[in-house]
C-alpha cells in the first residue's frame, strides 16, 4: 500500500487548503483513515480521523474548522482545512489503517510522504 498525500502550501491567516491523499491498493475501503499533524520539535498528533462507514472525529483543536472526507471510488481522503491559523503550521501526513483501543487511537502502519503546511500571520 502506498499513500500520495498532496495540497500542502502556504496560506495567510482565515485562509483554506484542501489536503488529499490517495491509496493504492484494494484495501482502502474496509479500513479507517487519518490526518496527523506534526509542527516541528513536537509529536505527531492526530488531527482527524474518518471509518469506513464515515463516521469522523476531530481533535478539539480543528473541530468546527476542518472537515475530514473520503471518496472510496477514488481511493482518496481529504482534509478541509478551513480558518486557518498560524498554530495549524505543521506537515501533515495521511494515515491508514488506524484502530481504536478504549479511548485512544492507534495509528495504522501505513503513512503517506507528508505535505507542508505554512499559515502565515
Known amino acids: 500500500v502506498q499513500l500520495q498525500a498532496s495540497g500542502g502550501g502556504l496560506v495567510q491567516a482565515g485562509g483554506s487548503l484542501r489536503l488529499s491523499c490517495e491509496a493504492s491498493?484494494?484495501?482502502?475501503?474496509?479500513?479507517?483513515m487519518a490526518w496527523y499533524l506534526q509542527a516541528p520539535g513536537k509529536q505527531r498528533e492526530l488531527v482527524a480521523r474518518?471509518?469506513?462507514?464515515?463516521?469522523?472525529n476531530y481533535a478539539d483543536s480543528v473541530k468546527g474548522r476542518f472537515i475530514i472526507s473520503r471518496d472510496n471510488a477514488k481511493n482518496t481522503v481529504y482534509l478541509q482545512m478551513n480558518s486557518l491559523k498560524p498554530e495549524d503550521t505543521a506537515v501533515y501526513y495521511c494515515?491508514?489503517?488506524?484502530?481504536?483501543?478504549?479511548?485512544?487511537?492507534?495509528?495504522?502502519?501505513?503513512w503517506g510522504q507528508g505535505t507542508q503546511v505554512t499559515v502565515s500571520s
Open positions: 494515515n491508514l489503517g488506524s484502530v481504536s483501543i478504549g479511548s485512544h487511537v492507534r495509528p495504522g502502519p501505513y
Open positions: 474518518i471509518s469506513n462507514s464515515g463516521t469522523t
Open positions: 491498493g484494494s484495501i482502502f475501503m474496509g479500513v479507517n
